[in-house]
């Protein structure tokens, strides 16, 4: 099975700044047929259930803000927020479906400084 | 609209049986793929499975295999989870989840959610 690692395991950032979350694979989600990484990130607000934010490493959803962004590729994969906003505070959940079972980070608890 | 509406909060004992739903709606419910992912209190996700409601083809995680059923009934654009005797670490919110694939039959990730059923087993 993959297995999914991301760093930190929690940060504190002060609004308006900068957040970069990494997402380690134990190996290369990249498929060489479409040249797609199967890497999603996904967002949970306390009480609720997560949202996709972001498919393919890098690719938006329809209706998120353009300050998420995701990059990298084969094994390393980075989801950057552009500007920090307080409805930001959340886990952050990376996933990979290249080989079954799907599996998923272990989250990254953002919050405000 | 896409749509995932699970069924209600679950308190049970140890041992009882249980059998939790997911319905769609807003498109076409069998030529999706649905997942169901456990989290338990304070951690994080777990893929459990997923079922094709089309065929009621179904394919497990080896941790969770043996230990649910997932199953579909297209008819009524619905997909389960259930257990046949459950134990305390059973406690968690399991969430229902449509999966998109792609053209070679590829998971690719989770856009729609429900809202999520909480499970609670305890004597």
């Known amino acids: 099975d993959i297995v999914m690692t991301q760093s930190p395991d929690s940060l504190a950032v002060s609004l308006g700044e900068r957040v970069t979350i990494n997402c380690k694979s134990s190996?290369?989600?990249?498929?060489?047929?479409?040249?797609?990484?199967?890497l999603a990130w996904y967002q949970q607000k306390p009480g609720q259930p997560p949202r996709l934010l972001l498919y393919?490493?890098?690719s938006r959803e329809s209706g998120v803000p353009d300050r998420f962004s995701g990059s990298g590729s084969g094994t390393d994969f980075t989801l950057t927020i552009s500007s920090l906003q307080a409805e930001d505070v959340a886990v952050y959940y990376c996933?990979?479906?290249?080989?079954?079972?799907?599996?998923f980070g272990q989250g990254t608890k953002l919050e405000i400084k | 609209e896409v749509q995932l509406v699970q069924s209600g909060a679950e308190v049970k004992k140890p041992g009882e049986s249980l059998k939790i739903s997911c319905k769609g709606s807003?498109?076409?419910?069998?030529?999706?793929?649905i997942a169901w992912v456990r989290q338990m209190p304070g951690k994080g996700l777990e893929w459990m499975g997923v079922?094709?409601?089309?065929?009621?083809?179904?394919r497990y995680s080896p941790s969770f295999q043996g230990q649910v059923t997932i199953s579909a009934d297209k008819s009524i654009s619905t997909a389960f989870l259930q257990w046949s005797s459950l134990k305390a670490s059973d406690t968690a919110m399991y969430y229902c989840?449509?999966?998109?694939?792609?053209?070679?039959?590829?998971?690719?990730?989770?856009?729609?959610w429900g809202q999520g059923t909480l499970v609670t087993v305890s004597s």
């Open positions: 989840a449509r999966l998109k694939v792609d053209y070679s039959g590829s998971y690719n990730f989770l856009d729609f």
């Open positions: 190996r290369s989600i990249l498929y060489s047929s479409n040249n797609k990484n199967y």
């Open positions: 393919w490493a890098s």
């Open positions: 807003g498109y076409n419910f069998p030529t999706y793929w």
């Open positions: 996933q990979q479906c290249y080989s079954t079972p799907c599996s």
């Open positions: 079922v094709y409601p089309g065929d009621s083809d179904t």
